[in-house]
């Protein structure tokens, strides 16, 4: 498990300080705003970046909207956010990371006169835009990405986003296949057999699909302590 948790965290530091993970240079000009209006959610859709500061300064950040890989608590002043790391995802599940392997990120920030939440150092440069904290997702592939358990039954599903579809059935099984999203309609492909479903989110971690006059619903994994 110690050596899953460090590749996540190789992975989230890789992220940051390559190019061509999810970067892209921002040259327009910056304007301060009152450092209360970093509090929010944030997506920068060029790279698929989400980031949440909440109010009680804890955070999560992910590749994806509404996606979570990996999240602690923040400090923030009218020049820096300071994320400490003190989980990542692991299998879909919350692992906690020992403080011998915390490593804490520094990001100077400002914000554009349009109010975009600008972060940008030598190596990694965001133009996050202001995005409902709860709000209903897109219904797009970065939306639905994710583990996801059946509120009715023991199953869960896994999707990936690569468009590549699992499910855990509850006799220990796995059923494997592709999937896509078209609008509010999600298809399933599995064995060449394609199984299309009617699809509606609640919210960023609940969603409703329905097909034959069969509904299920399920809700993102939980995060347990």
């Not at 590749?7 to 989230?12: D, E, G, N, R, S």
């Not at 409902?132 to 869960?156: C, F, M, Q, R």
């Not at 999600?186 to 509904?215: C, M, P, Q, S, W």
Request: hydrophobic letters at 30%; charged letters at 25%.
């Amino acid at each position: 498990m110690k050596g899953k948790i460090f590749l996540v965290l190789a992975m989230i530091t890789g992220c940051l300080l390559l190019n061509g993970c999810f970067f892209k240079e921002v040259t327009s000009d910056m304007a301060a705003e009152p450092k209360n209006s970093i509090y929010g959610a944030w997506y920068d859709e060029s790279n698929k970046t989400y980031l949440e500061l909440n109010h009680d300064n804890t955070y999560t950040f992910g590749y994806g909207k509404y996606s979570t890989n990996s999240g602690g608590t923040f400090t923030v002043d009218d020049k820096q956010i300071v994320l400490k790391v003190d989980y990542a995802m692991i299998d879909g599940k919350k692992q906690m990371i020992s403080d011998a392997e915390k490593e804490d990120m520094v990001l100077p920030y400002s914000f554009s006169l349009g109010g975009n939440l600008k972060i940008k150092t030598d190596n990694i440069s965001l133009d996050l835009r202001s995005v409902p904290a709860d709000g209903v997702p897109e219904t797009t592939t970065n939306a639905i990405s994710g583990y996801w358990l059946n509120v009715s039954v023991k199953e869960s599903i896994q999707f990936d986003s690569s468009g590549n579809y699992t499910k855990s059935l509850e006799n220990g099984t796995n059923e494997k296949g592709t999937y896509e999203i078209d609008g509010g309609t999600l298809k399933v492909t599995i064995n060449g057999e394609t199984k299309t479903f009617e699809i509606t989110y609640e919210n960023k971690d609940r969603f409703t699909i329905k097909t034959d006059g069969k509904t299920s619903t399920f809700e993102r994994m939980a995060i347990d302590d």
